[in-house]
């Protein structure tokens, strides 16, 4: 008799997962309709009876996966290609959108170990390189890149994460021609003609400077007051004094009273042997605090080099009982001569 019930048990128990499994097709066949017609909302909740009736079908957790996505619900999309993975760890679709979904939640290395995993995925090398340079992992960013680039020299992007790669590796003489070749393939960027300008005018090379700050601007570049100080600064370094000084008056302009401005911009205009454009701001600070040592000092130094060294020699005494520490200076022009 005990037999008898446990065979029935038994039969019953067969009938009802045969029952769950068709069932469980059904509404995966209902889901993939839906789906067809992009009604995404519908589709998902077919694919959940599918998966509820019958938690091992893979294609209802995949399927419901895309059209989360579809929907840009990334939570729901990780948890159904996570279990996909968790039942059948070599599945490479699923693989494929986790290294994606970690590379979008700035899970980086989590997006490096499932794209080392995802066996003929053509964006997986890309997703390790870009993972390795967002993690400031710099040097594997740079082999990783090479390797990409090597393949696919014309990639814009991935020419310019190698130069920002050598940027923030402090190697600028790299970085350079590097950022030249990434505009040269993509000229509607204005950050990378900024940062070029930048690094340009970090090395001296106030011309170039110029060109890629008016290109960035030329592109939709914001510019900020650090912007304008920047480009005025470069037209000055480059011999273009009106341009250079019209900027940054602007900026003064809208900052009155900022008199370390002004300090530089004597500063510029003497370093450029410019003494009178010189001597002309030492004057707006001097009408702004008579007592400003430093600029009477910078104008003494424009005199002397005007050829009128007693002058100017007096100039830069007063300005040194004004204020003691610029002795030093005088002592170093002592020592190095003028």
Same mark, same amino acid.
């Given at each position: 008799?005990?037999?008898?019930?446990?065979?029935?048990?038994?039969?019953?128990?067969?009938?009802?997962?045969?029952r769950?499994?068709d069932?469980?097709?059904?509404? !995966?066949?209902?889901? =993939? @309709?839906? *789906? $067809?017609?992009?009604? &995404?909302?519908? %589709?998902?909740?077919?694919?959940?009876?599918?998966?509820?009736?019958?938690p091992?079908?893979i294609?209802?957790?995949?399927?419901?996966?895309?059209?989360?996505l579809?929907?840009r619900?990334?939570?729901?999309?990780?948890?159904?290609?996570t279990?996909?993975?968790?039942?059948?760890?070599q599945?490479?679709?699923?693989?494929?959108?986790?290294?994606?979904l970690?590379f979008?939640?700035?899970?980086?290395?989590?997006?490096?170990?499932?794209a080392?995993?995802?066996?003929?995925c053509?964006?997986?090398?890309?997703?390790?390189a870009?993972?390795?340079?967002?993690?400031?992992?710099y040097?594997?960013?740079?082999?990783?890149?090479?390797g990409l680039?090597?393949?696919?020299a014309?990639?814009a992007?991935?020419?310019?994460?190698?130069?920002?790669?050598? !940027?923030?590796?402090? =190697? @600028?003489? *790299? $970085?350079?021609?590097? &950022?030249?070749? %990434?505009?040269g393939?993509?000229?509607?960027?204005?950050?990378?003609?900024?940062?070029?300008?930048?690094?340009?005018?970090?090395?001296?090379?106030?011309?170039?400077?110029?060109?890629?700050?008016?290109?960035?601007a030329?592109?939709?570049?914001?510019?900020?007051?650090d912007?304008?100080?920047n480009?005025?600064?470069?037209?000055i370094?480059?011999?273009?004094?009106e341009?250079?000084?019209?900027l940054?008056?602007?900026?003064?302009?809208?900052?009155?009273?900022?008199?370390?401005?002004?300090?530089?911009i004597?500063?510029?205009?003497?370093?450029?042997?410019?003494?009178?454009?010189?001597?002309?701001?030492?004057?707006?600070?001097?009408?702004?605090?008579?007592?400003?040592?430093k600029?009477?000092?910078?104008a003494g130094?424009c005199f002397?080099?005007?050829?009128?060294?007693?002058?100017?020699?007096?100039m830069?005494?007063k300005?040194?009982?004004?204020?003691?520490?610029l002795?030093?200076?005088?002592?170093?022009?002592?020592i190095?001569?003028?």
């Amino acid at each position: 008799m005990k037999k008898k019930f446990a065979t029935c048990l038994f039969l019953i128990s067969i009938g009802l997962f045969s029952r769950a499994q068709d069932s469980s097709s059904h509404f !995966f066949q209902k889901g =993939l @309709e839906e *789906k $067809a017609g992009k009604k &995404y909302l519908l %589709a998902s909740n077919y694919f959940e009876k599918a998966t509820t009736l019958n938690p091992r079908f893979i294609a209802a957790y995949l399927e419901n996966g895309h059209v989360n996505l579809a929907m840009r619900k990334t939570d729901a999309a990780m948890q159904n290609f996570t279990k996909v993975h968790e039942l059948e760890p070599q599945n490479n679709t699923a693989i494929k959108e986790l290294a994606d979904l970690y590379f979008n939640y700035r899970q980086y290395q989590k997006a490096i170990d499932f794209a080392g995993k995802c066996k003929g995925c053509e964006n997986s090398e890309r997703i390790i390189a870009m993972s390795y340079f967002k993690m400031e992992d710099y040097g594997n960013a740079e082999k990783a890149l090479q390797g990409l680039l090597e393949k696919n020299a014309n990639d814009a992007e991935l020419t310019y994460t190698l130069a920002k790669t050598y !940027f923030e590796m402090e =190697l @600028e003489t *790299k $970085a350079i021609p590097v &950022y030249v070749k %990434a505009i040269g393939l993509d000229g509607s960027k204005s950050l990378w003609s900024h940062e070029l300008g930048l690094l340009y005018y970090n090395n001296n090379n106030f011309k170039a400077a110029v060109i890629y700050f008016n290109k960035a601007a030329e592109q939709g570049f914001i510019q900020s007051n650090d912007f304008k100080e920047n480009l005025g600064f470069a037209y000055i370094y480059s011999g273009e004094f009106e341009k250079g000084e019209k900027l940054l008056l602007d900026i003064i302009a809208r900052k009155p009273g900022d008199k370390e401005m002004l300090r530089i911009i004597a500063d510029a205009y003497y370093q450029q042997k410019q003494y009178d454009k010189s001597l002309e701001f030492c004057q707006k600070l001097l009408e702004m605090d008579m007592k400003d040592g430093k600029a009477l000092y910078q104008a003494g130094l424009c005199f002397q080099k005007k050829g009128q060294k007693q002058r100017g020699q007096q100039m830069c005494d007063k300005a040194i009982e004004l204020d003691p520490s610029l002795n030093s200076l005088r002592q170093k022009r002592d020592i190095g001569g003028m």
